[in-house]
């Protein structure tokens, strides 16, 4: 149901393979939002079983990859920092509508095509990356979030009128597409 509207151009990857180990601290950064996010939405929403266990479980998910890069950090002799603010996703979250349905959805939606960046950013990581430990880890990365992003529609549909999820989808990837094109090239997953 997610189809991005602008693809990540090659500059972009570039920037990452240029500072590799900034890439990296930004990446496990990302894992450990994700993890929070979906431990929010669990909390936020206690009497919709579906979507607390689907929450659950993408929360454990997400620290097993944030795991993952941290030892990947570790093991290239760096050390974690403390998080960044994310423009990106700070920005997008400005469009979040109130009223809680709206928002409901909207925090559905997001979390969809946040995902469908991700999916995209680190296949674009994966194909660049030589044979070996690093390039699976990305490919299977990539395959994760792909996943991600079906969940958060999967649940769009099951809690609102699938035209209403598509039209709002189309608002959010139009959107996406605005703020993902205007930023700098620079070794980070947003």
């Given at each position: 149901m997610i189809k991005l509207l602008f693809q990540t151009p090659p500059e972009w990857t570039t920037a990452v393979l240029e500072n590799f180990d900034l890439f990296l601290l930004d990446h496990a950064a990302a894992e450990k939002k994700a993890a929070g996010m979906a431990i929010s939405m669990a909390s936020h929403y206690p009497d919709?079983?579906?979507?607390?266990?689907?929450?659950?479980?993408?929360?454990?998910?997400?620290?097993?990859?944030?795991?993952?890069?941290?030892?990947?950090?570790?093991?290239?002799?760096?050390?974690?920092?403390?998080?960044?603010?994310?423009a990106y996703v700070n920005t997008l979250r400005k469009a979040l509508r109130k009223g809680s349905d709206a928002y409901f959805l909207d925090r559905l939606l997001l979390g969809g095509v946040i995902e469908a960046r991700g999916a995209e950013r680190f296949g674009l990581i994966a194909d660049v990356l030589e044979s070996g430990p690093l390039k699976r880890f990305y490919q299977s990365i990539s395959r994760s979030e792909?996943?991600?992003?079906?969940?958060?529609t999967d649940l769009a549909v099951k809690y609102f009128p699938p035209d209403t999820v598509r039209e709002r989808l189309q608002d959010w990837l139009t959107l996406e597409?605005?703020?993902?094109?205007?930023?700098?090239?620079?070794?980070a997953l947003h």
């Open positions: 919709r079983p579906e979507l607390v266990e689907a929450m659950a479980d993408l929360a454990v998910e997400e620290m097993s990859h944030y795991r993952e890069v941290v030892k990947i950090i570790h093991s290239r002799g760096g050390f974690t920092a403390a998080d960044e603010r994310d792909e996943r991600h992003l079906t969940l958060f597409a605005e703020v993902i094109a205007a930023q700098a090239h620079r070794p």
